[in-house]
Each structure stands twice: as C-alpha cells, then as structure tokens.
C-alpha cells in the first residue's frame, strides 16, 4: 500500500459503536483479507484452514482473560463482526495473529524497534517497522480511536483491534514478537495487551498493566510517555525490564534479557536475521538520533541486517514490512506513519 492510500477511519463511540465503524467502513478490505488469510494457513502450516482454525481454537482459550482484563475490547471485537458482516468466531480468531504463530510453529514474526529517552530538548521517541507476511499488505489502516477522555491513533491490519498505537495523553506502545520466551494458551492475547497498555495514562501506569496481566505469548513492549520510555520482555513467566544503553534501547526478535524458555529448542540467541537487524540499529543510533534520523535507522537495508523488508517472493507468507511509525512524545504528540517498506516509500505526519 501507498502511504498516501492508507485510509484514517474514525471510531467513536462506545466499544461496540467503535468496532462497527471499523468493520464497516473496512468490510471490503475485511473481507478479501480474510480470503487470503485462509488461504495463507494452508501455505503456512500444510493444513487448510477449515481445520487449522478450530484445533487452534479448541487448544486455546483466551476469552476468560480478555473477559477479565480487557472486557471493553471483547466488545469491540464483537462489533468488527457486525460492521464487516463476519461470525464472532472469525472476528475473534483474526486478534490472535501472535498466538497463531507459536501454536501453529510459524517463524513468520520479525518487527524492528527502538526506543528513545529525552535529552537536550529532545522529546521521547518510539518507533518500529511492523514485518508481516505479504497477504496484510492492502489492509493498513489508522484507526482514530475516540474514547471517553482521550483519543489514540492506531496502526492495524483491516479487521484487528491493532498492532501499535499512540495516544493523545502521550502514550505510545510499540511490540516486537519474542518466539523463545514461554507462552500461555489462556493468557492475555497480544493485541489485547497492546491495546490495554494504550488505555493507560503514563508509562508507569503502562508498566503496572504489563506487570499484573498473564501474558499469551512472547513480547518486547517499546513504551514511552513525555517524560520517560521504558522496555520491557513479557512472557507466560512474567515481566522483565531491559536497560537503556546511551539513551535507546534498541530491539528485534530475540530476548535480551529474559531466560523464560520457551522449551529446550528455543534459540535464546535469536536467529541470524534478527541479530543483523538489532546490529543495523544499535549501529545507526550510536549517536541518539532525532526523529528525522529514526526514519533513516528504520530504512536500513544492510547486508545482513535489513531493517526495511521487501517481499522476496508473491508467496502469500513472504515477508515484508507493511507499516512503519515513530512516535515525538513532547509537548505535542506527533505520529509519523509509513504503509510499507520505508526504504520505499513515502512518510505522513500527524499531530494530535
């Protein structure tokens, strides 16, 4: 998708309002991603969909910590169903791409982010490429989330309550998947998590959320606010925070500090691919960077360590960056939004 195509759809309302106004002002979208979703299954896992799906789902329950944790977006999944003309059974199995994943085995996940302190007049900052497999491409969207008191900017795949998002008290989240780490078949799903650090008023609050909810699957959590950033490594073992080095805390798809092994095939080292692409970063943010610098930090395509990915084949599970943002927490809020690879493509800025 051109960044200049990515449509911004307006949510407010009460939960399941929001969550008609997104199905329905997507369902197209909705609907022809979901086609090749189920047909990506069968490419992904050797088994179709019609039977993939329901032993995920029989394996699984995540409903009882949503219900718990998150009962607001229970409802707005609910109203994605309505609004984009799907069974809640479907709406509800398209939040758990992470969960998906590791039950399905997959090494679909990448995702490149960084993390910023304050210094010198310079605001937080917090950014990321979001790496998925090719069929999410044409399904970026913004959503423009009105809650009771605050409204929040969220990148998503058509159809899911979000992958990444900021909002206008300050907040930003940005989420890397950690496959090694332990998982939970009734934890809390990723995109419940991120969305519920969202709802938070500060980083701190951000932290107590992250600390006291059982968690799903393997995640770095990027959080800041105005005045501080702080990461994180979740998993079904819990919380553990990572230290900063000069001010930034760069991040890929491999645990730095936690030992929450997933099982004894875990590669704790992470794969090749990730350790390029946590080099490219930590090389190109040796000096802290400004905002304009993190796009050129995101857009790295190194040997070895390429940052912005494009699709290396038409195979529906290929690789690709479909979306990239960096979050300017100061005085005020800024959200820079790519809808591809940034090596490729063009950025839009927003302020809230």
């Not at 206008?168 to 078949?185: I, K, Y």
């Not at 040796?286 to 930090?297: S, Y």
Request: net charge negative.
């Amino acid at each position: 998708m051109r960044t200049e195509n990515l449509p911004v759809v307006d949510c407010a309302g009460d939960a399941r309002r929001r969550g008609q106004a997104h199905g329905e002002a997507l369902r197209g979208v909705i609907s022809a991603k979901v086609e090749r979703w189920r047909e990506a299954i069968g490419e992904a896992y050797g088994t179709p969909a019609s039977l993939f799906l329901p032993r995920f789902l029989d394996a699984t329950d995540f409903r009882v910590a949503i219900a718990e944790h998150t009962p607001d977006l229970a409802d707005e999944v609910v109203g994605i169903a309505e609004g984009a003309g799907l069974s809640e059974e479907t709406a509800y199995a398209l939040q758990l791409m992470d969960e998906e994943w590791w039950w399905g085995r997959s090494n679909a996940a990448h995702c490149s982010s960084l993390a910023v302190v304050p210094a010198d007049g310079r605001p937080v900052l917090i950014a990321q490429t979001m790496d998925l497999p090719r069929w999410h491409d044409g399904a970026q969207a913004l959503l423009k989330i009105h809650d009771e008191d605050h409204e929040c900017l969220v990148f998503t795949s058509a159809g899911m309550i979000g992958l990444m998002g900021v909002s206008g008290r300050g907040l930003g989240v940005c989420v890397n998947t950690l496959s090694q780490l332990a998982v939970n078949p009734r934890g809390l799903p990723v995109a419940f998590v991120m969305r519920g650090v969202l709802a938070r008023a500060s980083a701190a609050a951000a932290a107590e959320f992250l600390g006291r909810v059982p968690h799903a699957s393997g995640q770095n959590y990027q959080l800041g606010d105005r005045s501080e950033a702080r990461t994180f490594e979740c998993s079904a073992g819990g919380v553990v925070q990572v230290p900063f080095s000069n001010g930034c805390s760069p991040h890929t798809n491999h645990p730095l500090v936690s030992t929450d092994r997933r099982d004894a095939a875990a590669r704790m080292e992470g794969s090749e691919d990730s350790r390029g692409r946590l080099e490219s970063l930590r090389t190109d943010i040796d000096v802290v960077p400004d905002a304009a610098a993190v796009k050129a930090v995101l857009a790295a395509r190194r040997t070895g360590g390429i940052v912005s990915i494009t699709p290396q084949s038409a195979a529906l599970t290929a690789s690709m960056t479909i979306g990239s943002v960096i979050y300017s927490l100061g005085e005020t809020i800024e959200l820079s939004v790519c809808a591809g690879p940034p090596s490729h493509e063009s950025w839009r800025a927003i302020a809230m």
